[in-house]
């Protein structure tokens, strides 16, 4: 991880990079900027931010989805704050390189292959999620998910045609035991530091992939004797999420069945709008990211959630920079804006105004200094 000493004192500089991206990132990234910049003149947070583009808007001016100022921007940061890519408008481009492929391809060149996902719910919006209040409320889950390697960027992939004329499309589920002993050591540490409590999540009764994930997961198992380990199929997993989320603390899946996962585990709060996310390399070098999409439907309204962005800023304070005060301090801003009633309209309940996205980003810097 890259650390900048300030010239004259001993503090560290800490570099962020904001990559805005596409639809409504640009919105959510200027909220979560806002709170960045309101730490460093409020709290002396060393803090030298940069800013680039990546996505479509890269595309859009450069042919290139990842430019290679974008990744040097990255490779030299100590972390970065991405909103979302893509959109319709990408859709016709060549698949190599589309919107989605510069964030993959960002993913693999820093080696991010931990992808955590809380899926938390605010006693306040417990009315907001789907399920009943009473099997969701205090729900607090973390998935950890491989996010470099499976079925996503396995060879051989692609679509060809048949002998008799017959498309055929193909993609190559792999993971070594490397690949999954790495991933698994980060599940049973972050499993450490909350309640020891960990679920794999496979397809071990049909898939020999699978077979080798369980069977090397037991073996970290064994350097982790203070976390109790359980195993559990996917589909089961996915029922057991919608018939008793609470059961769960930690759950360690792969990359294809973590993408499911965390999107089940994520309606169960009620909105997308809420939930952070962090991915992080083997030195804790990380980008943090809401869950959400670069949601066409709404980009330039003002009317985007910009408290996901916020709360991977939280996320990033505490698993890049390790800055546990300032990271609490915007997660229980975060908690006072939802618990005053503040809400975007996607979070929004019947006889309750909603406000809009800079109005909520000013709402959270309110917060702070209210509590500075
Ligand atoms: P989406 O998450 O963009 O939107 C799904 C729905 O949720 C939409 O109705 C949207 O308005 C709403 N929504 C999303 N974020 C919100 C927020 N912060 N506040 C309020 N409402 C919000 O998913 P999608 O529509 O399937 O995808 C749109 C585009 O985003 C696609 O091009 C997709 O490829 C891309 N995408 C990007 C990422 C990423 O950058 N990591 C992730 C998922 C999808």
Known sequence: MAKWLKPGNFQFMHKVLLLPGDGIGPEVVAQAKKVLVHLKNEYGFELELEEAL??????DQSKNPLPDETLRLAQSSDAIVLGAVGGPQYEAVERELRPEKGLLRLRAELDLFANL???ILYKALASASSLKSELVAGLDIMIVRELTGGIYFGEPRGIRTLDH????GFNTLVYDENEIARIAHIAFRTAQKRNNKLCSVDKANVLEVSELWREVVSTVHKEYSDVSLTHMYVDNAVMQLIKDPNQF????TSNMFGDILSDVAA????SIGM???????????GMYEPIHGSAPDIAGKNLANPLATILSVAMMLRYSLNETHLADLVERAVQYVIDAGMRTADIVSTNQNSIGTKEMGDAVLIALSKRD
């Open 54 to 59: 990546v996505g479509g808007s890269a595309y």
């Open 267 to 270: 309606m169960l709060t009620g």
């Open 117 to 119: 996902r809380p899926a």
């Open 165 to 168: 004329g017959i498309r055929q």
């Open 249 to 252: 603390d930690v759950m360690l």
């Open 275 to 285: 939930l952070p996310s962090a991915s992080l390399n083997s030195e804790d070098h």
